[in-house]
């Protein structure tokens, strides 16, 4: 299963929509992701214990930044899931 860490429910949406769903949390520990697909933003002392990690990546527009977006405007935007393998050394 995946772990989905975000609280925005346009991101969700989204990734319902491309068949991607998991446990949806807004903070992790540790612990929790550790050796585990994870999808969101994590920083790199974290990403790297995770199994893979993915974001979503888009051109969001200079006025809409720091704001909710929706499903559709993430589709406008150019939204795309880019997967990771972080590597601590």
Known sequence: MKIIITKHQGAIDWLA?????GDIRTR???E??????VIGALPFYLACLTKSISVISMEIP????GKDISCRQMDEY???LNKYRVTKI
């Open 17 to 21: 929509k491309q068949g991607i769903t």
């Open 28 to 30: 992790v520990k540790a």
């Open 32 to 37: 929790d992701i550790e050796n585990q697909d």
């Open 62 to 65: 200079r006025e809409n930044k």
């Open 78 to 80: 150019g939204a795309k």
